[in-house]
């Protein structure tokens, strides 16, 4: 029986389902996403099938499931994470709580793989570098399955069934960070699915002009740009796409951005001949005052959305734009849906971005939006960057997160000293030539596909240098082992105890932002001094209220990534660090310099 050739995801809420698709898309393979309610029959043309992962637990009451007929249809299936363990119970096998697994591990496969010369594992080395985000699992197998792999903390990370075209992975194969995942997809789909190579076209300047045109079809473009790459981006785009007095740019000053911000956007924005389309509006006093006594970050997102939305309201009246014959534009790439939610109601609230707050989707529902990069994903958005011509210095820079320095702003009503860590981990730390404390300073991050806003574990050197190699096993593991934390940081300096750090009420201010602000200039020119801007992906700087004595910290979060949805943290020089610390302990105000030494998962890129 023929196939149509394409694989089907069916999305049971993972944060990375939308993920499966672009990486079949990077190697032309067609596909198409399911809810999970779909009939086993509607997908018996198609030549595979994938279950994504989810934020669920196999055994919750409303967990979600897929049609168990799928399993007849003789259609290869790979379940992967959520999926792996839904296969598993469909199965007969048996799940359960473990310890976390989150971010890096190294998974080695089996000798029943090697010998079997197992196609999903094809032309990948027996011990490779995967990324994990999950605290259920497979702890009994039926007798028709075998392990193909397995990791230090996980004894079934992948598995095949001995007559079927049933596989399972507890990894994520879709990330970038899994070493080898892409050639897993492809082999699961080539030599698994028999998916011949398909001429799909990558989504380029010329299709993406195409559907701007038709979908502003008798209206205009107003256009919120941030001045960061998606907004600039896709600003560009209508552009080409539109007669130039079809396209409005709208820049609001929050008085929230990076220094410098309104200068770079004129000069990227005149580069490709936009710079007299834009206008810009100063909402800095409006900015800071709704934020005042804000705490929560959810709160803090949730009010700079809605801000955005009621300027651009007034900003359209002001300038004489009739709403009916306009359309909002925004520069929203694929992570920013997923991570507030997704569209679907299945996947985790992780943060909400704020292209994503309550009142743009109402005016999506009523489509007022157009977003020309909603499908994409931050690498995809700077090859189209390339493509049109816009400055290198504007496509490769680190992305800025719209809510801007307010969220990389602590604020707390606490007023408390670090507390010890309990005995064990201590005495596991001491092992390791290293000290810790929990700082009673809560931050976002993404565990098993759901968002967790938990404490962070501070280290500092007891006796012998430390390298990374070792923190990055520490944090790991320490994220790993205990429900506690979601994030570890490293004391840069001063080199005095932890346990004299305490944390301080504090809200966000002008003159907080603007402390911010210098230090997170400081901490760019020095890495672009030294030259290695490249090196790093993203570089937020954090200003939190805890020091040593009245002051507070910096924390510093360098980051590689591809896409941002899965991220490690950079290992820069530490004579770089050193010398950042010292300069932004010359700030008024800052007591201590600490580095971020968390993955994504556990913890997000930004802090809130
Ligand atoms: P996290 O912190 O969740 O973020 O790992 C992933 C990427 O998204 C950026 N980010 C945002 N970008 N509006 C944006 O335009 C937002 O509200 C927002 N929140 C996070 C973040 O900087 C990182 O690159």
Redesign the pocket.
Known sequence: MTNNGRIAVVDLGGQYCHLITRRLRDFAIPSDIFPPAVPAQTLSDYAGVILSGGPQSVYDSDALTVDQDLLNLRIPILGICYGHQLLAKLLGGQVSRQNGEYGFAQLRTTSATRQGENLLFRHTPSVQQVWMSHADAIVSLPSELMTLATTDRCTCAAFAHASKSIYGLQFHPEVAHTEFGSRILENFARYICGIGAKDTPNIRVGILCERIRQAATGRSVFFLV?G?V?STVAFALCGRALPKERVVGLYVDSGLMRQGETEELRANLAAVGLAERLRIWDASAVFLKALEGKIEPEEK?QIIGRLFVEIQAEAMKQFGINPEHWLLGQGTIY??TI?SGGDSGRAAL??????RCDEIRELIRQGKVIEPLAELYKDEVRELGRELGLPPKLTDRW?????GLA?RCLCTREQRAAAPLAKEISAGLAGQGVQGVVLPLRT?G?QGDARTYRMVIALQPSEQPVDYQRLRYLSSTLCNENTLANRVIWLISPLRPLSGVSITPATITRQRIELLRQADFIVRSAVERANLAHTVW?F?VVLAPIGFESGESIILRPVNSVD?MT?SFAALPWSLLNSISARLQELTGIDAVFLDITN?PPA???WE
């Open positions: 941030s960061g998606d997102r992570p920013d991570e992780i943060k909400t971005h704020h292209n992305p800025f997160p719209g809510p969220i976002v993404v993203q937020p941002g991220a994504k997000t890129i930004e």
